[in-house]
């Protein structure tokens, strides 16, 4: 067996436990064959070369904005957002620690403008792609992104993803992208692990 640069973890619960909003099917495909087509793809491309000695948030950066290694590009920061989105969900949302919770009444006044911040952007992502919440230097915000692109390409701290990519929702919600987001956000963030990751930042 060869050894491959990249990898990524198990799921971080059962694939039946985000049900209805997210079905085992939706959840067999997507982390089954889409990021792991992603993973198999990033494997291939970095093998023999230094990208392969990297990290992935290296590779993310350093490939980022260079025409050349688009693909590689897009098949690295796949593996990040999807291992990403993996640990943004969870079948019990949680509350947010009280450090931000206070950053999210700072920037966005309560948990509610924040929830439909994020359900107006992902909603409003036209075509492919994520919606985030970030934790800037002047505050937190919500940003969507196109296709594979991602906030830590350019160095910023993200704290959850919501995928919009049809792949994401199209089994369970058909073409209902808002239906699913709300259904997310308001039931399966895992605001433990965006705790978490506003600490370290
Ligand atoms: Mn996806």
């Known amino acids: 067996m060869t ?3 990249f990898s990524i973890d198990p799921l971080p619960w059962a694939d039946s436990s985000l049900a209805p909003v997210i079905s085992a099917r939706t959840i067999g495909f997507h982390y089954g ?4 087509g992603y993973l198999n793809k990033l494997n291939a491309a ?3 070369t ?3 000695e990297q990290s992935l948030e290296s590779v993310i950066q350093a490939a980022y904005g260079n025409a050349d290694q688009q693909g590689l590009f897009n098949n690295a920061a796949q593996v990040f957002n999807h291992s990403f989105y993996w640990q943004s969900l969870t079948p019990s949302a949680g509350t947010p620690s009280s450090a931000l919770k206070d950053a999210i009444k700072d920037s966005f006044g309560d948990e509610t403008a924040l929830a439909d911040a994020l359900v107006k952007a992902g909603a409003g992502q036209f075509g492919s792609g994520w919606v985030w919440l970030v934790a800037g230097e002047s505050g937190l915000f919500v940003e969507a992104t ?3 692109d991602t906030p830590l390409a350019r160095g910023q701290t993200c704290l959850l993803t919501i ?6 929702y199209y089994l369970d919600h058909q073409n209902d992208r808002r239906g699913y ?3 997310i956000v308001s ?3 895992d605001w433990t692990f965006a705790s978490c990751q506003f600490d370290r930042a």
């Open 187 to 189: 039931r399966h963030l």
């Open 50 to 52: 230094s990208f392969a």
């Open 33 to 36: 064959k889409h990021h792991h």
């Open 146 to 148: 196109s296709n594979a």
């Open 46 to 48: 970095a093998q023999g």
């Open 181 to 183: 987001l709300e259904a």
């Open 163 to 168: 995928d919009v990519w049809e792949h994401a």
């Open 3 to 5: 050894s491959t640069p």
